[in-house]
């Protein structure tokens, strides 16, 4: 069974620093896709970035992007130039088309 | 192009009762998959239907169950609610067919159900 674990339960940073969320997963599968979500008050889980895991490039969207390290089975999400907008629950997520695995979030508060 | 539609978004039941839940997927989008979103934590996969047939289930018990039409939207029924199924619902929709995006889901904002 596939288990995704975020060891850090709350962060805070001030505007405009960069933060980085960690995420672990285990799976036996070879070929797979992760996933960070985020979930702000008004609970809609909104897409920040995907890894497809056979790729090695590291994943980037604007101001967000991974570092994939498929070996350690580690994918931690940086946020460079946080804005008080980027304050979320933040969801890590193992699968695909058919069935999504999450961790237990983490809740990431920008200051001003 | 609207997005994944839930309603209600709020529920209030008691216990024993039935509830339904229902999801229009986004757009273009074939494949409609229910989680359970207890407070504080992450989502749990309930079930996924594609094809109007459920193609693959969580670890939840038969009182949830589950239906899709042939406009790809769906519904999610739990029967003989229990306090423990208080929780927010998501739906998320995809794509299974031939080209596209097949790996993404898409959430709506939501069903909380609270069970009295």
């Known amino acids: 069974a596939q288990t995704v674990t975020q060891s850090q339960p709350e962060m805070s940073v001030q505007e405009a620093e960069t933060v980085t969320l960690s995420c672990t997963y285990d799976?036996?599968?070879?070929?797979?896709?992760l996933f960070w979500y985020k979930q702000p008050p008004s609970r809609q889980m909104i897409l920040v970035i995907r890894?497809?895991?056979?790729?090695?490039q590291n994943a980037t969207e604007n101001r967000f992007s991974v570092n994939f390290q498929k070996a350690a089975k580690s994918f931690s999400l940086k946020i460079s130039d946080s804005q008080l907008g980027d304050t979320a629950m933040y969801f890590c997520?193992?699968?695909?088309?058919?069935?999504?695995?999450f961790g237990q979030g983490t809740r990431l508060t920008i200051n001003p | 192009d609207a997005g994944v539609t839930q309603s209600p978004t709020h529920l209030i039941k008691t216990r024993g009762q039935q509830v339904t839940l229902r999801c229009s997927p986004k757009s273009g989008h074939d494949t409609v998959s229910w989680y359970q979103q207890a407070l504080g934590q992450g989502p749990q996969f309930i079930f996924q239907y594609y094809e109007e047939e459920e193609r693959q289930r969580g670890n939840f018990p038969d009182r949830f169950s589950g239906h899709q039409f042939p406009n790809y939207s769906s519904e999610l029924n739990v029967n003989a609610l229990l306090l423990g199924d208080s929780a927010l619902y998501l739906c998320a929709s995809g794509w299974r067919g031939p080209g596209g995006t097949k790996n993404i889901q898409y959430f709506g904002a939501g069903t909380r159900l609270s069970v009295l």
């Open positions: 890894q497809e895991a056979y790729k090695q």
């Open positions: 799976t036996s599968e070879n070929n797979y896709y």
């Open positions: 997520a193992f699968g695909g088309a058919q069935k999504l695995v």
